[in-house]
């Protein structure tokens, strides 16, 4: 197995990883979250998120080891960061109503919460939507030149 493959190999096991990490953070979440909170949907989200910003990552040619494992640890900081404010949430509320309300987000009129849900979704469909874009874009020029059966080491020395 040559160099090149086992790069490509190790990147592949390194998403897969970051991936899995990242989903059973989020299910221990959702386990803790109740079903009915604000929270649990923003777990969802995270996915979104990070599924559209690894095909951006990969369409701008940025992933490789480090970014793929970086990538997976700050979702999964942002899925604790959403179990600690639903925590910081139910404290607020306490504190401020004496329990009278379930959180301090049920404040928030309905339609403001679905409108942010909603803009979350068309970031990472936006996100993705450019990544998968630009991921086509560089396997055409892969099979552009697999076609033309010229390289670019090739192509430079015709040039010269």
């Known amino acids: 197995m040559d160099e090149k493959m086992r790069k490509l190999l190790a990147l592949v096991a390194m998403v897969v990883i970051g991936a899995v990490v990242l989903v059973i953070a989020g299910e221990v979440a959702k386990y803790v979250i109740p079903h009915e909170a604000l929270y649990f949907l923003l777990i969802n989200k995270v996915y979104f998120l990070a599924a559209a910003i690894f095909l951006l990552l990969l369409g701008i040619d940025k992933i490789n080891m480090n970014s793929a ?36 987000y049920g404040r928030i009129p309905a339609q403001y919460v679905t409108l942010f849900l909603q803009a979350l979704d ?8 450019l990544g998968g874009f630009l991921v086509l874009l560089k396997a055409m020029d892969k099979i552009k030149d697999m076609l033309n059966g010229a390289t670019k080491i090739e192509n430079k020395e015709k040039e010269i």
Do not use: E
């Open 122 to 129: 068309i970031i990472a469909i936006a996100l993705g939507a």
């Open 69 to 104: 494992r970086n990538l997976s640890a700050t979702f999964v900081l942002i899925v604790i960061g959403v179990v600690l404010l639903w925590l910081l949430d139910k404290a607020a509320s306490g504190m401020l109503w004496g329990g009278m309300y379930p959180s301090v």
